[in-house]
């Protein structure tokens, strides 16, 4: 694919552009608005579970309690992302209220949003791309579900979505115009990459090798020494304060998802999520990326095609963006995926690749469109591909779907099920894919028209962002429509419930949890976390349930037996000896799932009662029989 000369956005393509940021913030500041709920009176907001673990870890540290679990016993490290818990820490340090200080969390992604935007700009120009492919490329990142879901949920993915591409900003300067400073800011921003998520050593080694690779002759030892020494340098130090804080190698999330749990089982379910996401969460874009590619190369080799790569430093840059994106599915794949694949779509390891996917195909697909303004012969070659594409996508979803079906998987975690979405997305997807080869001709010739009517359209880089990611996120975005952000409904229950155990039962009362995000946070109660995240016993033991990554081990003898909780918040998966034996302790339902123990620390007011609205929780508070404290 020949590339064009960068060029800065004319003054013709701003008025769209800053459109596209008025509607981000007012999407942005919707998006938030509904992820608050009311306690007492007071407007609450709450992040996503994994957020809320790291928010109470951030509490106890600006409280003096030190980067901790359960203030006051042995620490365990239950975070993987230790620069954005630092900044969680500060916010609490810097006094601001329970209630609010989610919501603090939430406004810094939209700052994190905006610079990653600013970043894809500028990424967009060294990459040869077009004004159109700019803008492009920028609406298609500040309406990324994926990357917007995890990012103003409180989520450490859109930092580092940041940081990464920003490296990746870094790498492509230095081989245009090299410099000390640059080297030095790429292994800064290395260095604080790791520390914001530990698993990104792997992206930011082979970018760093990429930069040294393809510096100037006699900078290349200097750029890997100099980034090299400080990543690696910050890796050790780290992990010398793990070892003397902590006294373990790896965070305790690290052993919980991988040891004792084959490659294999990670690989299987790792592979089917992969798939599952990419054909039906990303089936147009990938579409429409192999119709660029294979009417750029009708009948070239695969070896004349990287050969090209090499010789054009534009091209040579979309390639490694490719292989970026690659290696972070690659990553995604070897861990097993996450633990909400049910969403269907880019999981968080996934999404912080999304900004230089979305790039790649806005880059790729502009190019070829702009080509069909005077060559109908590319218009031509782009159908048949995309349509084979989409046909190949909707083959992908039923074959998924038909695996599912002869061996579904069984349990709480279970991830390998039959969908009906996928399987009405992957029949869609034929369909529309046999139409686009019935009426290619047609198609090709209306493509080319368009293509020369976009040149006198302001709107039409947006238009094409539209066509291009709009429909992968059709699903996501009725669903939030709907239902609101997912778990959000969850979260705000298990937040209220958190304020209810904050008012009602000793510090000393202790809890045993499976969510263990908004009620350890909001209670700030001594907590059992049953599925091992922030427990180095369970992490480490083998897993009970069918896999999915740290949502698959939990041991009721450990955690309600020896470490004797009062109260059980709820339970993973439970066979028929474990009730027994949860009996046997003398655990007795006292309303709404909650489970107490008989001789366990009393509490005041009614933790039997319903709390899922501002009434009922105010209810629930104010009952006190005789004004004495209640032992079911």
């Known amino acids: 694919m020949q590339s ?14 800053i459109y596209v940021v008025g509607a981000a913030a007012v999407f942005y500041a919707l998006f938030i608005a509904r992820t608050s709920f009311s306690a007492l009176g007071v407007r609450y907001f709450v992040l996503f579970e994994d957020a809320m673990i790291s928010m109470r870890y951030a509490r106890n540290f600006s409280e003096g309690n030190g980067l901790n679990w359960n203030a006051g016993e042995p620490p365990v490290e239950g975070y993987t992302n230790l620069l954005w818990t630092l900044w969680m820490a500060s916010l609490h340090k810097a006094g601001i209220t329970e209630s609010k200080i989610s919501l603090v969390v939430m406004l810094t992604g939209i700052v994190i949003l905006f610079a990653l935007a600013a970043v894809v700009r500028r990424l967009s120009m060294l990459l040869g791309a077009s004004p159109t492919a700019t803008i492009a490329a920028v609406t298609g990142t500040l309406f990324c579900y994926p990357l917007v879901f995890w990012t103003l949920r409180g989520m450490e993915v859109g930092a580092v979505s940041l940081i990464i591409h920003l490296i990746l900003l870094m790498a492509m300067e230095i081989e245009d115009d090299f410099s000390f400073g640059k080297v030095l800011l790429m292994g800064f921003l290395g260095a604080a990459s790791v520390l914001l998520r530990s698993d990104s050593a792997l992206v930011v080694g082979g970018l760093g090798l990429y930069a040294a690779v393809f510096a100037p002759k006699g900078r290349k030892f200097l750029t890997l020494t100099t980034v090299g020494l400080m990543v690696g340098g910050t890796v050790i130090a780290h992990t010398l304060f793990r070892l003397g804080y902590y006294h373990e190698k790896l965070p305790n999330t690290a052993y919980l998802k991988l040891q004792n749990i084959g490659i294999k089982a990670r690989v299987k379910r790792g592979l089917f999520v992969a798939f599952q996401v990419i054909a039906f969460h990303l089936a147009v874009p990938i579409a429409f ?12 080799a695969l070896a004349q095609v990287f050969k090209d790569a090499m010789a054009n430093g534009p091209l040579r840059r979309r390639w490694l963006c490719g292989a970026f994106v690659l290696l972070q599915v690659m990553y995604a794949i070897y861990v097993g995926g996450d633990a909400w694949e049910w969403m269907l779509y ?4 996934m999404s912080a690749a999304m900004p230089a996917f979305i790039l790649l195909v806005a880059t790729a697909f502009a190019h070829v469109f702009g080509l069909a303004r005077t060559d109908k012969v590319v218009a031509a070659r782009i159908v048949l591909p995309l349509a084979l594409a989409l046909i190949g996508c909707g083959a992908i979803l039923f074959i998924l779907n038909g695996l599912a079906f002869r061996a579904p998987e069984v349990g709480i975690a279970r991830t390998i099920v039959v969908s009906k979405k996928t399987a009405g997305g992957g029949a869609l997807f034929m369909l529309i894919g046999v139409v686009l080869i019935q009426f290619r001709v047609r198609l090709a010739s209306l493509l080319a028209r368009l293509s020369e009517g976009a040149t006198r359209w302001k709107a039409a880089p947006i238009a094409l962002a539209a066509i291009i990611f709009l429909p992968g996120h059709l699903e996501p975005l009725s669903y939030w429509a709907l239902h609101n952000a997912a778990q959000f409904q969850d979260e705000a229950r298990y937040a209220r419930l958190g304020i209810l155990l904050a008012r009602t039962t000793p510090k000393d009362f202790r809890i045993a949890v499976v ?32 896999f999915s990554p740290g949502h698959d081990k939990w041991d009721y003898q450990h955690s309600l037996g020896d470490r004797n909780p009062d109260l059980i918040v709820e339970l993973a998966d439970v066979t028929l000896e474990d009730d027994a034996y949860v009996k046997e302790l003398g655990f007795k339902d006292i309303g709404n799932g909650l489970l107490f123990r008989e001789g366990g620390k009393p509490f005041q007011g009614g933790l039997g009662l319903p709390y899922d609205t501002d009434a009922e929780l105010a209810a629930a508070l104010d009952f006190v029989s005789g004004k004495e404290q209640r032992r079911p």
């Open 4 to 17: 064009s000369p960068p060029n800065a956005t004319p003054r013709l393509l701003q008025r769209p552009l």
């Open 289 to 300: 990326l192999v119709g660029a590619l294979r009417s750029s190369y009708p009948g070239g």
């Open 346 to 349: 880019a999981n968080r390891y």
């Open 515 to 546: 969510a263990a995000g908004a009620t350890p946070y909001f209670s700030m109660r001594p907590t059992e976390d049953l599925l091992g995240k922030n427990d180095k016993v369970i992490a480490k033991e083998k897993p009970r349930g069918v």
